[in-house]
T-cell receptor, first 114, second 115 residues
Framework: DAKTTQPTSMDCAEGRAANLPCNHS???????VYWYRQIHSQGPQYIIH???NNETNEMASLIITEDRKSSTLILPHATLRDTAVYYC???????????????FGKGTKLSVIP | DAMVIQNPRYQVTQFGKPVTLSCSQT?????MYWYQQKSSQAPKLLFH???????NEADTPDNFQSRRPNTSFCFLDIRSPGLGDAAMYLC??????????????FGDGTRLSIL
């Protein structure tokens, strides 16, 4: 699976959009971009994933550049409860295997400030 | 709501005393995973079950075992816990649909302390 690079930490004012970048310059054509977050003392929470088109759900939007070498997770109106470590993970989606390992990097610690 | 439930949330055991952590799911997912997360580190996969087939990671110590008696339940057994096994243990599930891109869903973990 391709390696990802994320900033170590970011701050965001409450109510503002939080834009979390992820670099995955070695991504392959069949690899998906997944985002998870982990709030302190809880398990990782799935947020969103995509292949090449931008995706949106009730939690966030995922913007993937046209060359697929980077992506941005957008939390449109950050709240204090969005303070967490955000992980960007790239992995093969259709590997033919029924199971797969999620390889977590160090992630970005997002602090939402009142 | 369908979910992944881990019990207990906190577990204390003595050095060398066997301990079992449990995970149940109402998602009807065919794959269940166990991850270990030590303080300030990312989760690391120990092993997983795809249906009844057990798959061990190469670097998972023999001290760690797992059982999956049915689709809904999976157990992590630590035969002789050492001080280095103190960690958060996370259970996750996923559903294989042929497309292979379904996300994993995690429980809130069991924090294991060794005295």
């Amino acid at each position: 699976d391709a390696k990802t690079t994320q900033p170590t930490s970011m701050d965001c004012a409450e109510g503002r959009a939080a834009n979390l970048p992820c670099n995955h310059s070695t991504i392959s054509g069949n690899e998906y971009v997944y985002w998870y977050r982990q709030i302190h003392s809880q398990g990782p929470q799935y947020i969103i994933h995509g292949l090449k088109n931008n995706e949106t759900n009730e939690m966030a939007s995922l913007i993937i550049t046209e060359d697929r070498k980077s992506s941005t997770l957008i939390l449109p109106h950050a709240t204090l409860r969005d303070t967490a470590v955000y992980y960007c993970i790239v992995r093969v989606g259709n590997s033919g295997a029924g199971s797969y390992q999620l390889t977590f990097g160090k992630g970005t610690k997002l602090s939402v400030i009142p | 709501d369908a979910m992944v439930i881990q019990n207990p949330r906190y577990q204390v055991t003595q050095f060398g005393k066997p301990v079992t952590l449990s995970c149940s799911q109402t998602l009807n997912h065919n794959v269940m995973y166990w991850y270990q997360q030590k303080s300030s580190q990312a989760p690391k996969l120990l092993f997983h079950y795809y249906d009844k087939d057990f798959n061990n990671e190469a670097d998972t110590p023999d001290n760690f075992q797992s059982r999956r008696p049915n689709t809904s339940f999976c157990f992590l057994d630590i035969r002789s816990p050492g001080l280095g096994d103190a960690a958060m243990y996370l259970c996750a599930t996923s559903k294989f649909t042929g497309g292979g891109n379904q996300p994993q869903h995690f429980g809130d973990g069991t924090r294991l302390s060794i005295l």
